[in-house]
């Protein structure tokens, strides 16, 4: 087929197309509420879920929810074929920097001793395997919406998913988990690790054009 | 939009991402020179023939992927993201690395087809192994020139069965052309 002939198809084939955007909302939406009932259905919410949710305490939700944000900017930017990972991937790396810092002032006043006791809490066996469990139809659903993307590079791009799923799971989860000292990080941290990288093994595979 | 009118790639591209086919044409018309021109820059060894090759490769990538560019954002690096990767392809599906800086992309002088066009040999084969109605609509859109409307007349199908049988030809053949890359 010569090219003029080529380029006369593909124009008869201008229908307009949802990018990653719009599939991002198509499919992170209700992959959210799946994951959200599946809390409430399978793990329950916490004991007095709404007075937590009134205190202080909620900041244990609302910072994976605010890290969210930067995060699925960045998924949307690594989503284009010209696109280095720019201000939400350096907002990110920031926000990360800033909470290991505040951490290791906590562990500096706190000390090791009660740092660890907090991370061999009742739960951390379950928090381990509930933010991956959580996250697999976030995930699923941001890879398909990148499946309309053409990353510069596939797997930072999935990996990116994988935090933008991992985050959302995360910030799911704490409306179950009874741990509340801010010690206990590491273990949510730990939890996100193999969300991220499936994403990233995933996106490789899945997400090459 | 006036056809004699000159009009920024970028306003071209979004009225395509309207569903202007007009529009559309004139912007993938005027892009394709300047992707040969890279292709033959940067592909010289693949040969005229090879260069048309990814110059069609990069024309069916951009078509289903022209989602993915910001409409705020310019044209031409986006574009050259995507030029530049099907050239790896290229050499790739030959059992080649080759490394190019997309800043070098740039410079590169636009080639008009010449007077003899050419036959793409790859895209000649992948549309032989799509299903024979397929081919027939792309063909008869593409080669003919027919429209929607008279291809579906033709065929004893709506206008719409059509444009999305069209749209899912051009996927397969993407996977077609990624599966001889592999």
Known sequence: MKTAALIAALAADATPRAGVGGRMLRALVPALALSALALVLLWGPRAGLAGVLASPLVVKTLLPLGLALPALA?????????????????????????????????LAR???????????????????????????????????????????????????????AALASAAIYTLHCPEDSPLYLPVYALAMLPVVAAGALLGGRLLRW | MRDTESVSWEELMRAANRGDGRAYARLLTEVTPVVRGIARARGAALGADGCEDVVQDVLLTLHLKRQSWREDAPLRPWLYAITRNKVIDAFRARGQRVTLPVEDLAEVLAAPEGPDPLEARDMERVIGRLDPRSAEILRAIGIAGDSTAEVGARLGLSEGAVRVALHRAFKALKRLRERMIE
């Open chain 1, 74 to 106: 960045l998924v949307r930017r690594l989503a284009r074929p010209e696109a280095q990972g720019g201000l939400p991937g350096a907002v990110l790396a920031g926000l990360a920097a800033l909470l290991a810092l505040a951490y290791a002032l906590a």
């Open chain 1, 110 to 164: 706190q000390g090791w001793a009660e740092a660890a006791a907090q991370w061999w809490g009742l739960s951390t066996l379950t928090c381990l395997l509930s933010v991956p469990l959580l996250a697999l139809a976030p995930l699923a659903g941001g890879l398909w919406a990148l499946r309309a993307g053409a990353p510069a590079h596939p797997a930072r791009a999935g990996a990116a998913a994988g935090l933008l």
